[in-house]
């Protein structure tokens, strides 16, 4: 946790696992102390032996439990890699989150997790004091969580969120996540909010801008406002319409993958796209049974991280599509201008950069209805 530096400064870690944050901020900082929460006595046992002693066992969801076990204890740091995921919360945790996070919206008592972790935290974080934790997508960008969001820009001298690298918890899990930072000084003044990236095993520095407290009120994560910014950029040129307005119908297709090959009829899938783009030639395949793409008809991924930047038009022929394809049906005199801006690399860049999810990025109707395309 190289964000975090000071010497002889005293830490707590609420959910500490197997102790990999432990050892990430031992062999960059010397503390005068680490204080770690676990639940799981098994999770326990795999910390380093040096510090097991250090280690308190208490579930970090039920208030009672753990203000028994710290006491009346405050810390300089404050760090966490807690569980994501949202659930419904016991009593005494909701009371406990309208306590610390007044004006936070709960659907049913449901919360989120590492949410909830990251405000236990930061209650007992001393001033001036720095907090570092490994967040969900939710906790930078989720419009439901941005009370917690100004609350923690009101109070804060510095936030800092940036976008760890996708494949941060291995290859076989790609996961948007981000390191979200808070700097509290002795007295109050403006927060400084920054977002970002991190790029390399190092986690360093690869983008970053400054943003109005505000703004980062509504979100902290990078990619939105650089979205924002090619999109405005878009709209003010001339000759800029929608999709929308040039009249694009967007459907999805019929199927999965595998129900037309449990169907064993033809179809095109996400995985058939042309790699650099371009047309694609169909056998004519007639039946209502379907969604069918037709020549003209212009083909984009719905879903698939690996495979939203790619597109194909549809020369001759039809086929059916899978339900995580989109055939954008236009005005046949839009054809050419709608597939060749599609395409373009600001055409990718903004569909790559309009799709949503923490996982599996996918693009929604109403986001590609408001592209913006340029050109004749």
């Known amino acids: 946790m190289h964000f975090l530096g ?22 960059t900082n010397a503390p005068s102390a680490y204080i770690g929460v676990e639940k799981d006595l098994s999770l326990i046992g795999q910390c380093q032996p040096a510090f097991v002693r250090n280690l308190l066992h208490a579930d970090v969801l039920i208030p009672e439990v753990l203000a028994k076990v710290l006491g009346d204890k405050v810390f300089t740091r404050s760090v966490g890699n807690p569980p994501y995921g949202c659930m419904a919360l016991p009593d005494a945790a909701l009371r406990r989150i309208d306590a610390l996070c007044p004006g936070l919206y709960l659907v049913n008592g449901w919360g989120n997790l590492d949410l909830y972790f990251v405000l236990e935290s930061l209650a007992r974080l001393r001033r001036p004091g720095q907090a570092g934790f490994i967040v969900s997508a939710a906790v930078a960008a989720d419009v439901k969580l941005a009370a917690f969001r100004k609350n923690l820009i009101d109070v804060a001298s510095e936030v800092l969120c940036y976008e760890l690298p ?16 808070a700097k509290f000084g002795r007295t109050k ?7 970002g990236r991190l790029a ?15 703004v980062g009120a509504a979100r902290l994560d990078l990619g939105y406002h650089k979205f924002a910014d090619l999109t405005a950029s878009l709209q003010a040129k001339s000759g800029s319409f929608t999709m929308r307005e040039l009249g694009a119908s967007i459907i999805r297709g019929s199927r999965t993958h595998h129900q037309f090959l449990d169907l064993e009829v033809p179809h095109f899938h996400t995985s058939d796209f042309p790699p650099g783009g371009g047309n694609v030639e169909f056998d004519h395949i007639d039946t209502c ?20 930047d790619r597109h194909a038009l549809v020369a001759t022929g039809s086929r059916p599509y ?20 599609i395409g373009s690399d600001v055409g990718t ?14 693009l929604t109707v109403s986001a590609l209805m408001q592209m913006p395309v340029l050109g004749s």
Not at 189 to 195: L, M
């Open 349 to 362: 860049e903004w569909r790559v950069a309009a799709a949503k999810g923490a996982c599996a990025k996918h």
């Open 189 to 195: 003044r403006r927060c400084v909010v920054k977002v």
């Open 166 to 181: 996708i494949d941060t918890f291995g290859n076989k899990a790609e996961v948007q996540s981000y390191m979200l930072i």
């Open 200 to 214: 390399g095993q190092d986690f360093d520095v690869a983008e970053e801008r400054s943003i109005h407290p505000e």
């Open 289 to 308: 049974s379907f969604q069918l793409a037709c020549g003209g008809d212009i083909l984009v991924p719905r879903v698939g991280t690996r495979c939203l």
């Open 322 to 341: 899978t339900e995580a394809v989109y055939r954008v049906r236009v005005p046949s005199r839009y054809v050419d201008r709608i597939a060749s801006w």
């Open 6 to 27: 000071g010497l002889d400064e005293s830490w707590l870690e609420l959910g500490v696992g197997t102790g990999r944050l432990l050892d990430a901020c031992l062999s």
